[in-house]
């Protein structure tokens, strides 16, 4: 009888999974916007002038918290698909503006004035940066219906690109998972549920608010100077914890301490990235990668305001950003 009963419980967990794979892999195509027809920034529409006068209203002032990573020569990249390293390189040197004269002025001046230059190479997705909804596609579309053969050319995309991105000042929270669960950083691969979301909530005693920026910590920023174990399989988010934020929480942009935001492998079959498609595809939710949040959770702030600019890389898919975090009251 008892095994008829386990038998019963492993059949029915079995469906529900699979109904739960099912409504995950139905139907996915990339949103349509609410904002018309036009529009190529998303759920960004929900920044307000309302909504920014009524966080900016409420700083505490006192510290400010800077979100972002340095760029090194062999920080932490994507190299999975052969994208470049950072690289940096001086076009000008004290002694060697002395030896070169490039501007003409002699050796008496070079010798007084001393002039320093550097250039850098960059793969977009590296750093602390926001991707544009241009990033990630479903059958050759975007967001709201743009597609790669009408709108993207040699120079990049010409609707949706990394220059529309709005300065963002917006009500922000961290979700601290890695604290909730008493751990300093969450293991390998952990993939995080919509359970372990709200758990964190409910110990930091924070609700989430439409609009929202939402920070996930997963204490993996910890070993950014050691960049094989930063990109060794890192824990992220779950499709139905990126769901939780989006849908049923209202969150205007989603970002993480990690570079993938997600974990892998992929939950689909059909999908290699589903998170990344469901918000930037098909929620038209912008993402935050490689935040900066170990001082957020060291002085426990889960509620601030979040200050960034992005740059305005025409036609791009992703931008650096220097996010600031401000308390508030």
Known sequence: MASHKIAKTLLTTTLLLALMSSALTEDRHVGQSPWGADDEIGRLNLLTEQSQNEILSRIAGGKTYDLSVDYYIGMPSWQAAGDPHYRIWMTHTPDGTVVDDPLGVGTKMNEHVSYTGAAVSMYTHMGT??????????????????????????????????????????????IDVAAAKSVQMLADGYRISRGDLIAALTKQGTELQEGDVVLIRTGRMQVYDDTAAYMQNPPGLGLAAARFLVEESGAMIVGADNLSLEAFSSELETDYVPVH?????????????????????????????????????????????????IPVR
């Not at 009408?150 to 990394?162: E, F, I, K, S, T």
């Open 129 to 174: 940066h926001i991707d544009a909804l241009v990033h990630f596609g479903l059958d050759g579309k975007i967001w709201n219906g743009f597609s790669a053969n009408a709108h993207l050319g040699d120079r990049g995309w010409q609707v949706g690109g990394a220059e529309n991105i709005p300065p963002i000042v917006a009500r922000g929270v961290l």
């Open 277 to 325: 498609t469901y918000l930037l595809a098909e929620q038209g939710a912008p993402i935050i990668e490689l935040a900066y949040l170990e001082e957020l959770s060291q002085d426990g702030v889960y509620e601030f305001a979040f200050i960034g600019g992005s740059l305005k890389l025409r036609g791009a898919d992703a931008a650096p950003i220097r996010p600031v975090a």
